[in-house]
């Protein structure tokens, strides 16, 4: 019904620079024999906010390599995380699938919040990737190539579960935890978790030298990697830690970002020198790749798994921050380069999320598309080539939980076209937007327009439903509670 | 609808021995105060088979002291596990839910099975039992009763989900396994996960000295637990994780089992040298209830999490075993003894399964029922008691997953009176049997009885409805497999 009321986007109508001058190169080059078939980089970032690049528009963050990756290839300016927290989007990238179709719609391992303060009981969630999803690692590395991760997990909190499970030959630190105890070496710490109250301990992830600093030490083994594998094809996942708390920058950078004034400040100088360590490491891959002439036949990605931290830095113009269902949480970077396939320095406004880049990775590569496994992305080759129609009818999130973020609560949200609505869970709540006019989701416009907030509403039920999302339901201990003390 | 083909069944009609002297006494002792107030023992065995005791009817099995529970209180002819294998039936005993409710359905960590064998996809299930759930041990701690845990816990994969952090002050060797490496000193051993392949290094869950057997073990420490609780109430959940595999007997009890012929062994002998270290430590934990005058002031439960498993023991008349939804895999010994409140001897013919046990606890102890969490658990007071109406529409089993165990397959139950339809996800057959005439389950007798089979199923469809249990969808790699090869 609804799909009458919007355009159905075409890539050509959206991507400024359409790329049609490479369709034959790219027929020559072929893609599934021997050595010239593509490589993958897949550079995630955690937390990094959708204006903390220069690329983005942020003059205070110096991140002039991943400008270069802008420069060089196309920038999506409504790139999105398929979760406000970090393990859903992740298990989003790497099995094709919305967090809800897969039941991880949840950071882990949460644990518990308080039982009897909440309106709503949250819905049940997987703790860890299950190994029945065949990731795009495990696609790959069954057509042949190398693949390799590095960095943050956050998938599992067993052994079993962990990279070298899902596909990936090789892994550098990756493993339960979503932080590192310290960004120094031996890069280990304590944490208590928020919801149980337990200390972890956490060690270290990697080995290293004293003085040795994470984001560093995770750019030298994707360089080793990459040298390593340069006669084979191969799939790099390089998952920075950074630039999640604790933060801690390299002092030197820290000093350079604090003689900006305070309120000049888009951030916490110790946030802003973890972001340019971050864009340093994306040089080093970068260079190692054009050294090696690997750059025209491999594919970076890079792009984010939630919204800016609130504690960290400014996500204005976008309204809230990560954890929240609002822009500030949702929206993130998303970059691709691939000389002689992606015309340099194009921008596309069409929506894109964390579940396209297995589908759009498989196409690029040659690989046979797995249809059962990665359902809810969508290949973005025709975006990226300007060939062929990209028909996508619209986004959805699903966060049936709490955190302690700011202005998070429990909600569902679907983009169709410009329209963004979000139900409250709690309160049912409605909010309409229209984000081509107000960005910063600042009017509330359900109530001027009940039919199509009615439109959008059934369209996400019936989302729900299809992907069999586990709902909220009404906390009874907290009805419990309200009636003892009146 | 089908209420009406069914009479309900009340306490008074299906308790041969009705207990009604006792009411005065009951009352006389008052639940909720000092001293007098109930201790609590629940005895979990670990795949003890429903007919392997001497008081159910083996002659091979040597179980005097548990034989005499049964003198001393009721048994239930028809117990039934939550589940026919064990984390679920352990996670319904604890949170008094189904386990599809908990979405909890299959044992942990049981990882993936083949991939492309299958017909259908398992259902989506936690690995742990999530900390949200208010266990019956934490309702009792609240109360103010010492809270102790011993044995085999295999609800989650992380020590944040340990017995600790479940409600229970004392947690004896339990943790995320679900069977030693070893019943020997020290208890070690190594283990290859079936489904991934990867080998776990059981470290030793207990202290000990060389020679030491783990049922005894957990027996000293169940002694030594009530000894030091003799003056406060008190909640022992004893948790076997006997008569699991390995299978390791005593050497002397194997030794006289051995003497039996094979041809009229019920049962491996080790497996009845394990059954016969049991029954000695439910002798040891009753002579110290004896000895501090407690047994009068104490209800005792004992039962096992599901069938016999097919490699120890025979379940016949039963069909099949552990792991399987006929009554072989999920009918189970229940029995309970309370001096003064249930009648010696007496014999419950009524349908009672392991969410029962928490609303019976909670009663017996005079703490105040949580009927936000035992949802799905009825107390058994009444049949206890003879003393009011026990009222249930009927029982349910939900199995949305695969196991290697013999007339396994993927399935859906309710038992109402004494019909019992089976649903066989795989393929939507449907069988149905009367138990009452058929307890072997040998004669489907659905194609017979059209209009009960459809009403019966309806219902248990509208239950898997009510319950939010996820289901089982097709395989598409499956499929695909299928396509190639022809």
């Known amino acids: ?12 109508l959206f991507c400024v620079a359409s790329v049609e001058a490479c369709a034959d190169e790219k027929l020559s080059e072929g893609h599934a024999n021997g050595k010239t ?39 999506f300016t409504d790139g999105y995380a398929a979760c406000n927290v970090c393990s859903p989007t992740r298990a989003a990238i790497l099995s094709g699938k919305y967090p809800a179709r897969l039941l991880l719609t ?12 909440y309106r709503m009981r949250e819905a049940r969630y997987l703790s860890n990737l299950p190994l029945e999803e065949i990731t795009v690692a495990e696609a790959m590395r069954e057509a042949g190539y190398r693949t390799a991760f590095m960095g943050k997990w956050h998938l599992g909190t067993e052994t079993y579960y962990y990279p070298e499970h899902q596909g990936f030959d090789l892994n550098v630190a990756g493993r339960d935890y979503g932080a590192p105890g310290s960004y120094f070496y031996p890069f280990e710490g304590k944490w208590r978790i928020p919801t149980t109250g337990k200390v972890l301990e956490k060690k270290s992830p990697l080995n290293g030298k004293a003085g040795d600093y994470l984001v560093d030490r995770l750019a030298e083994e994707a360089e080793k990697f990459i040298v390593s594998s340069k006669d084979e094809p191969f799939f790099l996942m390089l998952s920075h830690y950074a630039v999640h708390s604790p933060l801690q ?18 951030g916490k100088p110790h946030y802003a020198a973890m ?30 798994d939630n919204g800016g931290f609130a504690k960290a830095t400014d996500n204005s113009p976008l309204r809230a921050n990560k954890g929240s269902n609002y822009e ?20 596309c406004r069409e929506p894109v999320i964390s579940n396209d880049f297995y589908p759009t990775i498989l196409e690029a590569t040659g690989i ?34 709490y955190n302690q973020h700011p202005q998070s609560f429990p909600s569902g949200v679907i983009r169709d076209g410009d329209w963004k609505l979000i139900e409250n869970f709690e309160t049912g709540d409605l909010q309409l937007y229209n984000l081509a006019k107000d960005l910063g989701e600042n009017q509330n416009v359900a109530q001027q327009n009940p039919r199509l907030t009615a439109n959008l509403l059934a369209k996400l039920k019936r989302w729900r439903n299809s992907v069999n999302a586990d709902p909220m339901l009404k906390n009874p201990q907290y009805q419990i509670k309200k009636k003892t003390p009146k």
């Open 368 to 401: 046979e598309a797995k249809p059962f496994q990665h359902l809810d992305g969508m290949s973005l080759m025709p975006l990226l080539s300007g060939d062929g129609e990209f028909a996508r009818d619209a986004l959805y999130w699903h966060y049936p939980h």
């Open 328 to 347: 500030g949480g949702i929206r993130v970077p998303v970059l691709m380069q691939w000389p002689g396939h992606i015309e340099p320095g194009s921008i």
């Open 37 to 75: 078939r593509t490589n993958v980089v897949l550079i995630l970032i955690d937390d990094l906010g959708w204006n903390d690049l220069g690329c983005y528009g942020s003059k205070y963050y110096r991140t002039p390599n991943i400008d270069a990756l802008a420069k060089g290839g196309v920038r």
């Open 1 to 12: 019904m609804l799909s009458h009321l919007f355009h159905v986007s075409l890539a050509v």
């Open 249 to 266: 920058g390299k002092p030197d950078k820290v000093k350079e970002y604090e003689k900006t004034p305070t309120k000049k400040q888009q």
């Open 275 to 304: 972001v340019e360590s971050v864009d340093d490491s994306v040089g080093r891959v970068m260079r190692t790749l054009q050294r090696l002439k690997l750059e025209r036949n491999t594919l970076v990605i890079f792009t984010s």
């Open 106 to 117: 949840q950071w882990l391992p949460s644990g518990r919040w308080d039982a009897t303060k």
